[in-house]
């Protein structure tokens, strides 16, 4: 099983900076099949980023996503009111699937 | 657009069997995809329990595999979980999602409390 670990726990910034979120894979992803997701208070997950790099519909451009192997990146170029939250990666290229324990990016 | 709904009782006993049902609409299942649920306890992280296919074939977290079944119904366009002798460990959020590699789309979760 795929252990993804993601740093920091807590991520504190105010709207307009850069957040650089981390996940680290106890081994690498096979074809880079790395997803990030948005989660709000009482809401469900929403994707984000696929394939370590894709957006999904609807997604701004602030969001991107980078990395290969063990080491993935997700990036939100300014932050923006709606998005303190909490991101969560995954990863798709083996079974069973398996998320990390999440990132929370809170205002400042 | 795809939209998914879980249903089924919010409160289970312990040792007896949890059952949801998700329906699916504006898509269907028998279109392609796996499908699958996905739980998250109460203040902690996800947790992937299983997916299959509209064709029916299933693949299972092994952490979870002797208790779970997964099966779909293509004419009522839903795919169902049951999870059996449940614990208090058990009690989380469920939800169904539409899975196109990653999951795509998310039923909104229903939350299921394993008490007595």
């Known amino acids: 099983e795929i252990v993804l670990t993601q740093s920091p726990g807590t991520l504190s910034l105010s709207p307009g900076e850069r957040a650089t979120l981390s996940c680290r894979a106890s081994?690498?992803?096979?074809?880079?099949?790395l997803a990030w997701y948005q989660q709000k208070p009482g809401q469900a997950p929403r994707l984000l980023i696929y394939?370590?790099?894709s957006r999904a519909t609807g997604i701004p451009d602030r969001f991107s996503g980078s990395g290969s192997g063990t080491d993935f990146t997700l990036t939100i170029s300014r932050l923006e009111p709606e998005d303190f939250a909490v991101y969560c990666c995954?990863?798709?290229?083996?079974?069973?699937?398996?998320f990390g324990q999440g990132t929370k990016v809170e205002i400042k | 657009q795809v939209q998914l709904q879980e249903s089924g009782p919010g409160l289970v006993k312990p040792s007896e069997t949890l059952s949801l049902s998700c329906a699916v609409s504006g898509y269907s299942i028998s279109s392609g995809n796996y499908w699958g649920w996905i739980r998250q306890p109460p203040g902690k992280g996800l947790e992937w329990i299983g997916s299959i296919f509209h064709s029916g074939s299933t693949y299972y977290n092994p952490s979870l595999k002797s208790r779970v079944t997964i099966s779909v119904d293509t004419s009522k366009n839903q795919f169902s979980l049951k999870l059996s002798s449940v614990t208090a460990a058990d009690t989380a959020v469920y939800y169904c999602?539409?899975?196109?590699?990653?999951?795509?789309?998310w039923g909104q979760g229903t939350l299921v409390t394993v008490s007595s």
């Open positions: 995954q990863q798709y290229g083996s079974s069973p699937r398996t």
């Open positions: 999602a539409r899975i196109s590699g990653p999951f795509d789309s």
């Open positions: 081994q690498s992803v096979s074809s880079s099949y």
């Open positions: 394939g370590a790099s």
